[in-house]
C-alpha cells in the first residue's frame, strides 16, 4: 500500500500514525513544508520519501508531488492528514488522482456549520437552531426570534476560530461593522456542559472503538478569556448520549475515520448537538484514548487502513483527563510539589506548540484515574489559582 500522507509533522504525535503504517507494511509518502533534516528521527524513519514544498495551500505544487510519487511508487492507495485544516485539500487530491475517501463535493457536508444541522435534522436529533446571516439585517431578524445571548462562528471555520458570544443588538452590530468577507452563522446561545461522542469507524462504517469526554470549559470559551481547560473520559459512555453518536456517525456515512462530535448537555440532562468533526480529537487525546484503555490506537487505526483487520478488544479501565495551564497565569503549586500530590496518577506532562496554546494551553498533564472524584481533585490541584 501507498499512503500519501500530508503535514506528517503536525500536531507533532500524527508521527506515530506515520510510524505505525509502516510497522503494519505500508509505504508512507510525506509532503510537507519543513525540511527534511528538520523532522523528528522517528518520523524520518517512517518515511519512504518525503517530498518537501514551499507551501502545503499551493495546490499545483502538491499535484507535483503527488505525479513524482506515481512515477517513482505507482498509484497511491490513500490521501490523508487526519488533520481539519488539509481536510478540503485532501479530498481535492482524492478526487483528481482517484483515491478512495472522502472527495471534494462531499466536504460541505462534514465542514459547514449550516449543513451539519440540517443532517442532524435528518438524523432527529436536537441541536442548536440558527442559520448562515449574510448581512446584519438577515441577523437583526433572526436575532428578534432566537433571543440573545448569541453565537456566531465561520460557517466552515475550525475549533473556536472567529467564535464569539453575542449579547446584545449592539454586540450584532459591532460584529458586522468589521465582518471579513466570508459565510457566517448564528446560532442561539446553549446553556450547558460539553460533551463529546469519539471514536474510530470501519471502512463499512462499523464502531471499532468509542468513548465519551466531558469538559469542564469549552474550547470557545478557553480562546475568548485566555484561560486554562480540562477535560477527561468517561468510563461509562451514557447511554442517550452513545445512542445519538451512532446515529450521527451513521447519518454523515462515517467510514474509515475517526470522529468527534460535539453535544451540548443541558441542565435538564437533555442533550443538543453542536458541530460533527471527521476527524480524531484534537490536542492530546489520541494518547488519552490509549492511556485510559491500554491500547495503542494508532496501530488499531494503520492496521484498518492497510487491511490487516481491526478486532480491538478494549476496557475502559480509567478516567483519563488533559489538564492545561496558561504560562501567564500563576499557579498554586510548581510542577515537582504536583508530582508529591498527584503521584502515579500523572500518565504524561505535554508542552504545546504556539498555535495550539490558546485553545488547549502552553502545557497540560494527562491524568489517569478509576475514580471520577479523583480526577476532578486532580484538576483543582494543577489549575488552583495562586
Known sequence: MNFVFLSPSFPPNYRFFCDRLKRAGAVVLGIGEEPFHSLVPELRSSLAWYYQVGDMRDLGALREAMRF????????????????????????????????????HEVPSIRRKSRMMEIFERAGVPHARGAVVPDAAAAKGLAARLK?????????????????????????E?????????DFILQEFIEGSIVTFDGLADLKGRIVFSTSHVYGQGVMESVLSDSHISYYSMREVPRDLEEAGRRLVEAFGVRERFFHLEFFRRPDGSLCALEANIRPPGGPTMDMFNFACDIDM?????????????DLRYERKYHCGYISRKNRLDYAYPHERLMDMLGGTVAARVFLPPVLAR??????????TRDEGDMLRAVDLIQKAA
Do not use: H, Q
Open 69 to 104: 510519487f506515481m512515477d517513482r511508487f505507482g498509484p497511491p492507495d490513500r490521501i490523508d492528514s487526519l488533520n481539519e485544516y488539509w481536510l478540503e485539500t485532501e479530498a481535492v487530491l482524492r478526487s483528481e488522482f482517484g483515491v478512495p475517501g472522502i472527495k471534494a
Open 298 to 310: 494508532y496501530s488499531v487505526w494503520a492496521g484498518m487502513m492497510t487491511g490487516c483487520g481491526t
Open 148 to 172: 440573545f445571548p448569541l453565537v456566531v462562528k465561520p460557517d466552515d471555520g475550525m475549533g473556536a476560530e472567529m467564535t464569539y458570544r453575542l449579547d446584545s443588538a449592539r454586540d450584532l
Open 174 to 182: 459591532r460584529f458586522f461593522g468589521a465582518k471579513p468577507d466570508r
Open 359 to 368: 485553545a488547549m494551553g502552553d502545557e497540560g498533564y494527562i491524568v489517569r
